[in-house]
């Protein structure tokens, strides 16, 4: 089973940037990686996946402001988050598509606030 650790999140103020980091406690080659979001009382939400090969996707409304980026030397993805919104402020978490089973961080809070 892997380990996710996840960190970069914290507060800023609207329009700022953070950077979130994920490192897998093994080797994520050929692994789908991927950032969701949970805010309270609804669905966990796919914001940002790359393949082993390096294609990403994201989700609509952060498109153009948002980049995922993997190191597989460091077992390592990343989430570029550029002028963040009020809204985005929830809980990111980290997965790796292993098989048979997923591997899912903790979670790491992201707080955009004046």
């Known amino acids: 089973q892997v380990h996710l650790e996840e960190s970069g999140g914290g507060l800023v103020q609207p329009g700022e940037s953070l950077r979130l980091a994920c490192v897998a406690s093994?080797?994520?080659?050929?692994?789908?990686m991927a950032w969701y979001r949970q805010a309270p009382g609804k669905q966990r939400e796919l914001v940002a996946e790359?393949?082993?090969?390096?294609?990403?996707n994201y989700l609509g409304s952060v498109e153009g402001r948002f980049t995922i980026d993997r190191d597989n030397a460091y077992r390592k993805v990343s989430l570029e988050m550029n002028n963040l919104k009020p809204e985005e402020t929830t809980v990111y978490y980290c997965?790796?598509?292993?098989?048979?089973?997923?591997?899912w961080g903790q979670g790491i809070q992201v707080t955009v606030s004046e």
């Open positions: 790359i393949s082993r090969g390096g294609i990403t």
């Open positions: 093994r080797s994520i080659v050929g692994v789908v």
């Open positions: 997965n790796a598509r292993f098989r048979p089973a997923d591997g």
